[in-house]
Structure formats: structure tokens, C-alpha cells
């Protein structure tokens, strides 16, 4: 996989606090990565730097496997933080300008198209004074997009918006996973990230905590687990519940605690019971929470 | 690619309301000159001329568009300067104040062609400023009051030019104007850099422009020869044109030391924002 995003090193002082310390990651193309952490954990500046908008204090940054000047950051578009545009000019003009500054020629039907694909077309016309927070989002998200960038970063894009909102991001961000690009995604809904991200990449105090597929992470909290049989579900339980503590949940699954998981698959197995699947449970707040604390 | 940038700054700076101040101030506050001059104007310049009325005889016309136009830019010494400072300290503090500084700082451009672009659309903002003053001052004085002899007042005496020798000199003030707002304008810009707070530059250029014309007035050697390199004392440099010679040897210093003034603080401005982080 061709890397797009690489940090070697990289951290970030600001007077005595240090924001990223020695931070490397090597992202590829097509990839979907969510970045967490709780507040001052150093995500935004970590897309900060990826983007340019702030310097490193040491080590070094490389995009599409070269130094970040401006021809590399014509391949990206991003969402930093809020979604600010000005706000004497209509959303239509906010875009020409952004249009323009990527050296593309502004045309009403690219923009009204841009404006279209996050749900702002309507309002084109209208002097950015008068949006909504989640109107001025969603610009902001069509001001990311605008030069179909490869690498598409977005820090907190649902912010403000509505469920409808957060619907639409999600399914922008899919639509941009199917289209091949790579997307860098950081939220404080986990629920949102764990729906689009294949990646996860948790900070703590400036320092990656955790970094890999949103699979593999997941795997390592799950509390219990789902045992699905060809045989009833209470024969399951009959069976297993003199040594184990076990929940019918369906038909012909049950509940059963993670670390009771192999145990519970030995005497099943020597009873002659057939298992369909073994699905644990687990979730990215399990997750998160496992890792930052 | 510049002149891309710069058309697109000018574009944004005609767009704010804000910009607009300048011309509605130059235009009332002229306005109001005239209204006076039109009323009052003979006893206003009797009382001009009063203590040297003994010594000087003046026949014929001397209240026109000339001498209203000359008046006005008197005037105006301090009024442009703010006026034209509310765009300059704007054009980076106000940006990173409103968040858009991020948006431009994300786009493949290199920081220090937005500096320059913002600078050549002050440029022509404060041409545009002192081209409307030039229009409504002169052109509307000129109209209004007819044109004659300029008699110019000086501590030395009085300067009386030729109706035929005063039009290039005002094109040449204007021009000097120019320079002179531009390097108040480029202050506030370079002050707008180091900040995120769209007043604070305003209030610092002006600042700068008090302290350095109170530290001049001190009579003392040694502020005369710092003061030398003040572009305050620079500023007012226009009134040299409507002197009898021109005395060009001094017009011209101070004119280059305006020049300096504009292109320190243009550097400075580009290498702040260039190494600057955008955390807003």
C-alpha cells in the first residue's frame, strides 16, 4: 500500500508543554483512519501539522513521500476544528475562493455540485452571516472536498450537526472510502468513528497509545461474547450453566463472558454440540476507555 | 499567480462592509469643508491672514478649489491614517480572528504569496482611497470654488504659485499621500500579524504614530536625530511639493525613507506569518 501520510518523529512544544512527543505513523492509501484521544491528548495537532498549519518542533513530516510543500498539500483538503469561512460572502463565493486558491476554475455547476453533495445547495446564495452552525459545517466539509483532494482530514466534522448531519457525514465519508481516497477522521463520537473507520489511532499525552485496525483493537476489550449453535439454545444453557454462567439470548445463541469463551467451546465441543459462530462483543467505547485510562 | 492572489484580496476587501468607512468618512468629512468654506470661507481666511495683513497685499481670487483641496489634505494628516489602518489591521488579524486565515493557510499556496498579494491589495485599496479623496477634495473643490493662485502659508512666509504650476504638485502630493498611508496601512498589517485580535492593530499603528510624532516635537538633539528616521516625520513630507523651489533633494529622502519603512515592515510580515502557527 502506497503511504500518503508519514511522521518521523515529530513533536510539538508550546512553551513548556509538550502537545506530541516523538509521534510516528505511516499512513497508507485508502485508508479510513479515526484519531481519538480526550481533549489536549494532541489530535489536533497532530492534524495540524499533517496539514501544514502549524510546524513541528522536531522530526519530520512527508506527504505522498515528499517534503509537505504546496504541490503535496494540493493533494489534500481538510476540515480543521471549526468550519469558518466569510461571513459577508454567500456560500457559493466562500467555495470560488477556495476554488481559486487550488487553481481550479470556479464554475457555478462545480460548486453548486460541491454544495449539493453535503446538503447545502439550497442556501448557495446566501451570505454565510445568516447559516446555521450546521449549515457553516457543512460548507466547511464542501470547502474540504473542493479539488477532489486525495487525502481528505477532518477534525470534528459533526460538530453541531444534527442527526440528519451526522447521518450524511457518515455516509460522505463511506462514499469517499468507496471512491479510493484516504481519510483522516477525528471525533469524540465514537460510535461515528467506530461505523467508518478501518484504522484507529489513540493519543495520550502526545504519544500514540494504540494504533491498528479498528478489528484488531476491538478484539482486545471484548467482555463477553455471542455463541451461536446448531442446537438449541437451552440445550446450550442446561449444559453449560453447572460450570459456567451463561445467558440465552436467542434461539441458538448465548451470552457467555469473554474469558469463559475457550472453556465453554471445550465442553461444547466434547458434548458434540456444534458451534456456527463465535462473535465477541465489544465496542469502541470499551475500547477507548480500556486505552486512555 | 500573484496577481491572481492580489485580485482575489482586492476582491475580498471591496466585499467587507468595513472597507467601505474610508470613502463615507472622506466623503462627509469634505463634504462638510466645503459647506463650511462655501459659508464662512472669506472670514475663515481673513482670520488665516490676520497679523500679516500689513505686510502682504492679495489681489484677485484666492478662496478656490486649489486652495480648499490643500486645506483638506491638512485636514486629513490623521483621519486617512486610521481610516485606511481599519483594512490593514485587518487583512491577517481580522482573518485569523474569523478563522478564515486557517482556510487560506490550507490551500497549496505558500504563505508568503498571500503576504505579498495582501500587501499589493493594500496597495491599490489605498490608491483607490486617496484617488476618491483626490476626486471629491480637488475635483469637487475645483467645481465648487473655480481654481486660481495658490497662496500657500508657511512660518517663513508665504508661497504664492501660479494657477498653471499647481496641478502636478496635488498629483504629486497625492501620490506621497499614498506612500505615506501605505506605510501606516503596512505597519498595522505587520502588527495584524503577530495577533488575532482584528482591534488591536488598529490601536497600535495609531499608537505608534502618536508616541513618534510627540517624541519628535521634543526639542532636544538627540530625539531630532532619531526622530530624522521616524517615518512620522516623513509623512507630512507632501507639503514640500507646494514650496517655491521644490526642494527635491529632501522630497526625495523622504520619500526613501518612507520606501524603507515599507518594505521592513512588508519583510517582517512575511517571515512572522511564515513561521507562524495557526492555532485559531
Redesign the interface.
Known sequence: METIVELSGVCKRYRQRIALDEVSLAIGRGEVVGVLGSNGAGKSTLLRIITGLVRPTCGEVRLFQKPPNPSARSRIGALIERADAYPYLTGAENLEVVLRLRGQSPSRSLIEALLDRVGVADAMDQVVRTYSYGMRQRLGLAMALAGDPELVILDEPVNGLDPRGIADVRQLITSLHREGKTVIISSHLLSEVELVATRLVVLRDGRIIADGALEELLSRVASHATIETVQPADVVVELLNRQLNVEKIRPHAVRIAAEDVHNAIVHLVGAGISIRAVVPERSLEQFYFAATT | MIV??AR?ELW?IY???RSWIAFAAIAVLVSIVHVVIFLQGEQLTALALQGIEHYLQIEGRYLHGYLVAFIVQGLLLVHLPFLVTLVAGDLLAGEAA???L?????????RWKFVLAKVLALGLYVASVVVFLAVIALGGGVLLFGVGDLVVLKSAGVVVIPSGDVLWRFVAAYSYNWLGLMTVALLAMLFGSLTDNALGPVIGAMAVVIVMTAIALLDVPLVAQLSDWFFTTHAAAWRLLFESPVPTMQVERSGAVLVLHCVVFSIVTGAVVE?R???S
Not at chain 2, 102 to 110: G, H, I, K, S
Open positions: 491572481r492572489l482575489l475580498k466585499r467587507r462592509p474569523a478563522g478564515t486557517r482556510v487560506l493557510f490550507l490551500q497549496p499556496v505558500a513561521r502557527d495557526v492555532l
